[in-house]
């Protein structure tokens, strides 16, 4: 592994489906944050985790729950999706607040 | 107003010029600044980061900060067909802050061969 893996790469999901996209990183940053891109909308943060054991919310968390075990990983779930919530989600890692965040490769879901 | 405004483009420039690419932000309290490329269908990528007044040359990359003025700009010299991309400006109140960056929606650069 080299720098953040996100999994799966894309996903077609029935409304009301529980969802969880993974995220690690090998680059032993203490924070990771969740992302979501939409149209028009730019980055918006979804939660975000200044350590491990540790979570906060973002700018557009309602919908997603965040846990955060280790350094590596950091799991979004959607608890039940919604249409709204078709997007492309990228996961972020940096060593802490104010440094430069290094991006994963992003999952595109898509729920009907 | 928004907290990170960029003009949306496109903004085309002829392949070896120099592409100016500016955003403005709200927060005074913004001390880490940044610039990513994101190329459609891919995830950003750090092209540089600026955390005090002045000018940051990296290869043909230059930021630029001005914080009375609150704005930060990316020049690109010598443009190439390859630097055509989505191009993202971050702020964020660095280490006595949060760990929310803001990110503006971006300028699409469209460089011309």
């Known amino acids: 592994i080299a720098g953040i893996t996100q999994a799966p790469t894309s996903q077609i999901l029935a409304a009301g489906r529980r969802m969880t996209l993974r995220c690690t990183q090998d680059?032993?940053?203490?924070?990771m944050y969740w992302y979501r891109q939409d149209l028009g909308l730019g980055l918006r943060l979804i939660h975000y985790s200044n350590t491990a054991g540790t979570t906060g919310k973002g700018e557009v968390p309602d919908g997603y729950s965040v846990s955060r075990a280790n350094t590596d990983d950091f799991p979004l779930t959607l608890a039940s999706a919604v249409p709204s919530q078709t997007s492309v989600y990228f996961c972020?890692?940096?060593f802490g607040r104010g440094y430069e965040q290094y991006f994963g490769p992003g999952t595109r879901l898509t729920v009907t | 107003q928004k907290e990170v405004e960029q003009n949306s483009g496109p903004l085309s420039v002829p392949e070896g010029a120099i592409a100016s690419l500016n955003c403005t932000y709200s927060d005074r309290g913004s001390q880490s600044f940044f610039w990513y490329r994101q190329y459609s269908g891919k995830s950003p990528e750090l092209i540089m980061s600026?955390?005090?007044?002045g000018d940051q040359e990296d290869g043909r990359f230059t930021a630029q900060l001005n914080k009375a003025s609150q704005y930060v700009s990316l020049l690109i010299r010598d443009s190439q067909p390859s630097d055509s991309a989505t191009y993202l400006c971050?702020?964020?109140?660095?280490?006595?802050?949060?760990?929310?960056?803001?990110f503006g929606t971006g300028t699409r650069l469209k460089v011309l061969a």
């Open positions: 600026i955390y005090s007044n």
């Open positions: 680059m032993r940053h203490n924070a």
């Open positions: 972020a890692s940096s």
């Open positions: 971050a702020v964020n109140r660095g280490a006595s802050g949060t760990y929310k960056y803001i």
